[in-house]
Structures are given as structure tokens and as C-alpha cells.
């Protein structure tokens, strides 16, 4: 087993930054490498919604994901408790977990910021992997060609998104993971 194993996470927003902005969900999805190649552990998905910190809830950003702000206060973790959850499940999946995200620069400034907020150790440090980054040197394609619906036409084991399930961060972690294991396997 390799001593890192990738963690991809994803992450829905109450608006484009952290505070005074909130975390509303993290997904995330393992990735290891067993007998020579990549694959996703879709069995070992972590999902939490959080209660609000900030005043911040963006109206645009909201109705992206439809998760309201009534159900995060009511239904939503102490971020406290979320960020404790997510480091110990990305601790203890068998390797140090390394933070990957598709647009790594948002979701990570968002874990970040609450793992710092909360005063909760950031298993994953100041290092990031970003799969449209790794897309664009991988397949050899300008960085602004590698949206998902871009990737699924060139990764031949990249199905298209289930729109219907888009931006619930469990399934996004899930279809980013997808993501990261056609480019750790891409051959050319």
C-alpha cells in the first residue's frame, strides 16, 4: 500500500469565500493505489453539513446547491465537531492523506479556513493537488479546456455527470475522484 493516499474532497459554499461566507457541506472520497493501478473507494464517501459560523448566505451561491440556510441551523454539525470528523476519517484510511479538489483554490481556502477557525489541525497541511492542473499536463490541454464536461469526453472511463445529483459534495467528491484515477492511470 502506498504511504499517501489522495483524499478528494469537495466542497458547497454559502458564497465565494470564507468568512463571511460559510462551509455549508464537505464530501470527500478516498483514492489508492492497489496492485498497480488508481481506483476511487465509492464504499468510503464522508458527507457533513454544518451549521452556519457567518451571516454571509448569497443568494446565487444557495440556490446552486438548495441546501437552506434554516436546514444547516436546525440539521448542520458544530463546524467544530465536522472539521474533527473529517480529519480523523482522512487520517485513518491508510496512508497521510493528501487534499485533492478540482478547483483545488476554492475548496481548500474553505478547509482551511475552518480548520484554522476552529482550532482543528489540518491533516493535509498547506498542499493541495489540483485535478484541472494535473488534467491540463496530463492530456496536454490548455488549463481553460479542463472543465468536467471537457474531461468526459477525453478520459474514455469518465462517464458525464449525473446532473441531476451536481453539486452535492459527496457525489461531486465522488465523480472528481473519477477524475483523479482516469489521470493516474492515463497510459496516452
Same mark, same amino acid.
Given at each position: 500500500?502506498? +504511504? *499517501?493516499?489522495?483524499?478528494?474532497?469537495?466542497?458547497?459554499?454559502?458564497? /465565494? #469565500?470564507?468568512? /463571511?461566507?460559510?462551509?455549508?457541506?464537505?464530501?470527500?472520497?478516498?483514492? @489508492? +493505489?492497489?496492485?498497480?493501478?488508481?481506483? =476511487?473507494?465509492?464504499?468510503?464517501?464522508?458527507?457533513? %453539513?454544518?451549521? /452556519?459560523?457567518?451571516?454571509?448566505?448569497? !443568494? +446565487?451561491?444557495?440556490?446552486?446547491?438548495? #441546501?437552506?440556510?434554516?436546514? $444547516? %441551523?436546525? %440539521?448542520?454539525? /458544530?463546524?467544530?465537531?465536522?472539521? %474533527?470528523?473529517?480529519?480523523?476519517?482522512?487520517?485513518?484510511?491508510?496512508?497521510?492523506?493528501?487534499?485533492?479538489?478540482?478547483?483545488?483554490?476554492?475548496?481548500? =481556502?474553505?478547509?482551511? &479556513?475552518?480548520?484554522?477557525? *476552529?482550532?482543528?489541525?489540518?491533516?493535509?497541511?498547506?498542499?493541495?493537488?489540483?485535478?484541472?492542473?494535473?488534467?491540463?499536463?496530463? $492530456?496536454?490541454?490548455?488549463?481553460?479546456?479542463?472543465?468536467?464536461?471537457?474531461?468526459?469526453?477525453?478520459?474514455?472511463? $469518465? =462517464?458525464? +455527470?449525473?446532473?441531476?445529483?451536481? &453539486?452535492?459534495?459527496?457525489?461531486? !467528491? $465522488?465523480?472528481?475522484?473519477?477524475?483523479?484515477? @482516469?489521470?493516474?492511470?492515463?497510459?496516452?
Amino acid at each position: 500500500m502506498s +504511504e *499517501t493516499i489522495y483524499i478528494c474532497l469537495d466542497v458547497e459554499a454559502s458564497g /465565494p #469565500i470564507p468568512d /463571511p461566507y460559510n462551509l455549508v457541506s464537505i464530501g470527500a472520497v478516498p483514492v @489508492e +493505489e492497489k496492485s498497480g493501478a488508481w481506483q =476511487a473507494r465509492p464504499d468510503d464517501l464522508f458527507y457533513v %453539513e454544518l451549521k /452556519p459560523l457567518y451571516a454571509g448566505f448569497d !443568494a +446565487e451561491a444557495m440556490a446552486i446547491h438548495g #441546501i437552506s440556510r434554516e436546514h $444547516l %441551523e436546525q %440539521e448542520g454539525m /458544530p463546524a467544530a465537531q465536522a472539521m %474533527e470528523k473529517l480529519s480523523d476519517w482522512s487520517t485513518s484510511r491508510g496512508g497521510r492523506p493528501i487534499f485533492v479538489g478540482h478547483n483545488a483554490v476554492f475548496d481548500w =481556502a474553505y478547509i482551511n &479556513h475552518y480548520y484554522v477557525r *476552529t482550532g482543528v489541525k489540518n491533516p493535509f497541511g498547506w498542499k493541495g493537488l489540483d485535478t484541472k492542473a494535473l488534467a491540463a499536463g496530463v $492530456l496536454r490541454i490548455p488549463f481553460l479546456d479542463t472543465h468536467k464536461e471537457n474531461l468526459a469526453r477525453l478520459l474514455p472511463g $469518465l =462517464a458525464p +455527470e449525473d446532473l441531476s445529483r451536481k &453539486h452535492r459534495a459527496d457525489y461531486d !467528491a $465522488l465523480y472528481q475522484a473519477g477524475i483523479l484515477v @482516469e489521470l493516474l492511470n492515463y497510459t496516452g
